[in-house]
């Protein structure tokens, strides 16, 4: 079993930064891809970002440039570093956990709770 803690969310004005946390319980995190998640009130969820084993990452087109995903292994912990924000980054953001994933966003077997971005204009 692997528990996921995330931390870092909060409010930021538009062209701000935030960086966020997510600490991972479990001997397997070195082996897990660990991915980013987030979620706006009446919307699907969605792929942010993902980091496999080897430090390989993954990013939909919404993010990338502004955000970066990393990992520290010794720490059990995996980053997301978010610049230039904007409103439509508003969303719940949780990491999500597994060893069976599929180019970073599908197949994952452990979810956390989830932290609030706010980004106001």
């Known amino acids: 079993q692997v528990q996921l803690v995330e931390s870092g969310g909060g409010s930021v004005q538009a062209g701000g930064s935030l960086r966020l946390s997510c600490v991972a319980s479990?001997?397997?995190?070195?082996?897990?891809?660990m991915g980013w998640f987030r979620q706006a009130p009446g919307k699907e969820r969605e792929f942010a970002a993902a980091?496999?084993?080897?430090?390989?990452?993954y990013y939909p087109d919404s993010v990338r440039g502004r955000f970066t995903i990393s990992r520290d292994n010794a720490k059990n912990t995996v980053y997301l570093q978010m610049n230039s924000l904007k409103p439509e980054d508003t969303a719940v953001y949780s990491c999500?956990?597994?060893?069976?994933?599929?180019?970073?966003?599908?197949?994952?077997?452990?979810w956390g709770q989830g932290t609030q971005v706010t980004v106001s204009s």
């Open positions: 999500a956990a597994g060893t069976n994933v599929v180019l970073g966003r599908v197949g994952y077997d452990f």
């Open positions: 479990g001997r397997t995190f070195g082996r897990a891809t």
């Open positions: 980091i496999n084993w080897s430090g390989g990452t």
